[in-house]
């Protein structure tokens, strides 16, 4: 790197500096946010991405920020009732038959 200025390589190394303090890999502790991402909706009720696109009339209310799609807890959580009663439902009606 001849001819680079010294601060160059200080901010570069500060730049890597924070990227390290959240390892890659690590787990964030997502139970405390206030918003969850479709990939992580997803990984918590088991489903496909693809899915969460290709229906989107069966998914929780969500929103952009920026270039990101994010989902309340609130609406994930009245989503999740919505799922649990709807199946409530439909296995009484099963044991009618």
Known sequence: MAGKPATHNKHRHA???VVK???AGEAVETSTLDCLSVD?????NSLSTQYFYK???EMPPSFRL????L???EAAERWRL?????AATHGKQ???V
Do not use: H, L, S, V
């Open 15 to 17: 730049a890597a500096a």
């Open 21 to 23: 303090q959240q390892p």
């Open 40 to 44: 992580e909706f997803c990984r918590r």
């Open 55 to 57: 229906a989107p009339e």
């Open 66 to 69: 920026g270039a990101r799609r």
């Open 71 to 73: 989902i309340t807890r």
């Open 82 to 86: 919505a799922r649990d009663a709807e």
């Open 94 to 96: 099963r044991e009618r």
